[in-house]
């Protein structure tokens, strides 16, 4: 067996092309979406992912603004400056980009996010409506990957759905998704007896652990459907996921690269979150219909 690669530039770009639709509306109704990111120090992988995140912005007629604040930021002075974004009209959607430098504490800059701004879907009040199963802004990576299986055709109710990593960001958000939607999960982590175990009991495996080349193939379900949210860099230089490609690909019916899969359509949820917020301020939430909604 082979697996066919899953192109998810292509599917974040159909999604994008959509969202250019919706932006387009709201121009028109004299409302221009607007994305502030917030970056504080010099970490130079946090600069590349803040540079993409404006480029795709301003590809759909979005307005981006970075502030790039310098790492000797107080937390009381970071947590001032995102309360001054809370208050500004034309900002819909703030992004204070991960990690901060110590000792900034992440928690409390997160809750210092107007919970109708946080479109990274982190601040409390999102993730208890993620849990309740009336989600406001879901977390972009896991919302990501659960369009890249709608766009595959996954049928999740029943699956058997095995999630490997269980932090705020992807593995919990993911796992209650995949149980929203019909799944049997199971949540795997460093603690687990047996990795290899669960994991090939997986119909569909997402990885997302932050260790280069964790799964191989002997760890997978034959024609599992297998999602890589890992991105590592390798000391040569180039990047890895968290999933041993070509020995998983000989054995999965479906995979996402590492890059070029799960990434795109984590900025395309970023947006669409945004363009969600200016549509709920212009009053035409109501009147979209799309399935990035």
Same mark, same amino acid.
């Given at each position: ?6 192109d998810g ?18 121009r ?17 992988a946090?600069?590349v ?6 480029f ?19 937390q009381?002075?970071l947590?001032? &400056?995102?309360?001054? *974004? ?6 819909h959607?703030? *992004?204070? #980009?991960?990690?901060l ?7 409390a800059?997160i ?10 879907? &982190? ?5 208890g409506? *993620? ?5 406001? &802004? #879901?977390?972009c ?14 049928a999740?109710?029943?699956a058997?759905?095995?999630? /490997?990593?269980?932090?705020? /960001? ?9 149980v929203?939607a019909?799944?049997?999960v ?12 669960m994991t090939? #009991?997986?119909?569909?495996?997402? /990885?997302?652990?932050? #260790?280069a080349?964790l ?11 297998v999602i ?7 000391p040569?230089?180039r ?5 041993? &490609? ?5 054995v999965?019916s479906r ?6 899969? /799960? ?6 949820? *970023? ?10 301020v212009?009053g ?10």
């Amino acid at each position: 067996m082979s697996a066919r690669i899953i192109d998810g530039k292509a599917i974040a770009q159909g999604h994008r092309a959509e969202l250019a639709v919706r932006v387009e509306r709201l121009r028109e109704a004299g409302i221009v979406p607007g994305l502030a990111v917030v970056i504080v120090g010099e970490d130079p992988a946090s600069k590349v992912y803040v540079r993409n995140k404006s480029f795709a912005c301003e590809a759909i007629g979005m307005r981006s603004q970075v502030f790039a604040l310098s790492a000797d930021t107080s937390q009381a002075q970071l947590i001032a &400056f995102v309360h001054r *974004l809370n208050e500004d009209a034309a900002v819909h959607g703030i *992004l204070v #980009q991960m990690p901060l430098p110590p000792p900034l504490d992440k928690h409390a800059v997160i809750e210092a996010i107007a919970p109708e701004k946080d479109v990274d879907g &982190f601040h409390y009040e999102n993730v208890g409506a *993620l849990v309740t199963g009336n989600p406001a &802004f #879901q977390p972009c990576t896991p919302w990501g990957v659960m369009m890249i299986l709608e766009h595959e055709g996954v049928a999740l109710e029943g699956a058997h759905a095995v999630v /490997v990593g269980r932090s705020n /960001v992807v593995g919990k958000p993911m796992a209650m998704m995949l149980v929203a939607a019909g799944a049997t999960v199971t949540i795997c982590h460093s603690k687990t007896r047996d990795l290899g175990a669960m994991t090939r #009991q997986g119909d569909i495996l997402v /990885v997302a652990v932050g #260790q280069a080349r964790l799964v191989t193939g002997g760890m997978v379900k034959p024609g599992a459907v297998v999602i890589d949210v890992g991105v590592n860099r390798l000391p040569d230089g180039r990047l890895a996921g968290d999933v041993d &490609f070509d020995s998983v690909a000989a054995v999965a019916s479906r995979i996402t690269p590492v890059p070029g899969g /799960v990434g795109p359509m984590t900025i395309a949820m *970023l947006l669409a979150n945004t363009v969600k917020a200016a549509e709920r301020v212009a009053g035409l939430a109501a009147r979209m219909d799309t399935r990035i909604a």
